[in-house]
């Protein structure tokens, strides 16, 4: 199955990874955990749901609009560690997850996000009012030689998308 590294071993993002993911300034998100909204007007109730996370903009109706859910890092049937996911993009505007990375990693591949099965460069599609399911039938983000990652815990994971830039996640680690 082919593969692509999605940009991480960039010197740049290595070293910004660490001070991002140690609560520094990030550039758009909510929370690492937000939980979904109540209503329309975006606003939260509730406890924090792990694996989700809503991300909004005040530029318009063509600002980002995602929604990011049931995410989780479990085991492949190959023995392989992945980062599962739904990302729903509810703008109207294309998106496009440009890379994941998490210090429970070296680097994450992402594998069959393009048409027939080969990687795009440009990262993995989000089209408008759709979604994608990484996992599964859908792309995937495999995490290449991991550690650390410990059942009942949560992972931190840094993904950038084109538009609505840098966004943390805090993914459970399902039992093995």
């Given at each position: 199955m082919h593969h692509a590294d999605m940009g991480l071993r960039s010197s740049r993002t290595s070293a910004v990874l660490p001070a991002l993911l140690a609560g520094a300034a990030v550039l758009t998100a909510c929370s690492g955990h937000a939980?979904?909204?109540d209503g329309p007007s975006g606003t939260a109730a509730g406890p924090p749901v792990p694996g989700t996370v809503r991300i909004t903009s005040s530029a318009g109706p063509y600002g980002p609009a995602l929604t990011i859910t049931r995410?989780?890092?479990r085991r492949d049937a190959q023995g392989r560690e992945e980062?599962?996911?739904?990302v729903h993009n509810d703008g109207r505007a294309p998106e496009h997850l440009a890379f994941v990375q998490t210090p429970h990693a070296t680097h994450v591949a992402v594998e069959g996000a393009g048409?027939?099965?080969v990687p795009s460069t440009a990262g993995v599609s989000l089209p408008p009012h759709g979604e994608v399911s990484f996992g599964g039938h859908g792309p995937r983000l495999v995490l290449e030689h991991p550690h650390g990652?410990?059942?009942g815990h949560a992972a931190p994971f840094l993904l950038e998308f084109g538009v609505a830039g840098l966004v943390r996640l805090q993914a459970p680690v399902s039992p093995r």
């Open positions: 939980p979904p909204p995410a989780a890092v980062l599962v996911m739904t048409p027939g099965d990652l410990e059942p």
